[in-house]
């Protein structure tokens, strides 16, 4: 049975999907040969499933959601299960006004989708008394491209908040409250960043999207086609995986195989991904 929620020290980590995506393979990493995927076994098939996974930070002065998922934005890829995370937020008890920071890793579709609602014709904040975060290189990148078919959403989920005056820009190292730190990891996009939980002795990162599925934990040059910077993600990745493999730190991955918490163990070749049960 996998588990949905788990604890690092005083906080309770919620793990909350809005679906998931059916992905080709190799597409999605074109540059690997079929010899690159035999030791994964469960990634043997052309095609596979990528969980939208959003997480709850709860525990500390401030509830934070981590990420909003997809919500209707159309994305012309294969989605069997979809516009579930507000159902999956309140199975923890909690309702869209508990939350106080809305967190976005990236300005991806996948994780800025449920960022406003429209009733009766009228765009809200779904999370109304939150404060939204985002890296400001992120922002200035995507609100660049506004104007392009492919990143009108930005103009629906994200600008809006921006004129609200809710859309906090940061940059670097910032904490969102105690115990709640940004690590900048940039590649997968400009200002794509992870957050650190600290408590009691325990840690946690939530990765974002430093790394799509648990293979990328061994293999951290494996850069998949939507990173940005395909150099600077590999970079990353692999000092990411350094300093969560000597700090012992949960792994909480949005798109790893749900509930997406897991543990980085040593292996003869290396490091590998060993999911929570
Ligand atoms: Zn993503």
């Excluded at 937020?89 to 508990?98: G, M, N």
């Excluded at 590999?234 to 700090?247: G, H, N, P, V, Y």
């Amino acid at each position: 049975m996998p588990i949905n929620s788990t604890k690092v020290g005083n906080f309770d980590i919620y793990s909350v999907s809005d679906g998931y995506m059916i992905f080709q393979r190799d597409i999605f990493f074109p540059e690997l040969t079929m010899k690159a995927w035999e030791q994964y076994p469960s990634y043997s098939l052309p095609e596979f499933e990528m969980n939208i996974g959003s997480f709850v930070i709860k525990g500390g002065e401030k509830t934070i959601l981590v990420d909003t998922g997809l919500g209707k934005l159309d994305h012309h890829i294969e989605q069997p299960v979809r516009e579930t995370l507000l159902s999956e937020v309140e199975a923890f008890e909690l309702r869209p006004d508990d939350i106080d920071i809305v967190f976005l890793t990236h300005l991806h579709l996948d994780h800025v989708g449920t960022n406003m609602t429209k009733e009766n014709g009228v765009w809200k904040q779904t999370f109304p008394n939150a404060t939204y975060m985002v890296a400001k290189s992120d922002w200035e990148m995507f609100n660049r491209m506004a104007d392009k078919p492919a990143f009108q959403y930005i103009k629906e989920q994200v600008q809006p908040l921006l004129s609200n005056g809710n859309l906090d820009l940061f940059e670097g190292e910032t904490s969102l409250t105690d115990g709640v730190t940004t690590i900048p990891t940039p590649g997968h996009t400009p200002g794509h960043t992870s957050l650190l939980l600290e408590s009691e002795g325990e840690t946690a990162v939530i990765i974002g999207d430093a790394a799509h599925i648990p293979p990328q934990v061994e293999q951290s040059s494996w850069s998949p086609s939507p990173d940005r910077d395909k150099t600077l993600s590999a970079k990353t990745r692999s000092s990411l995986m350094d300093f969560i493999e000597k700090e012992n730190a949960l792994i909480a991955s949005g798109h790893f195989p749900k509930p997406g918490f897991g543990k980085i163990i040593k292996t003869d070749s290396g490091r590998s991904y060993k999911p929570l049960t």
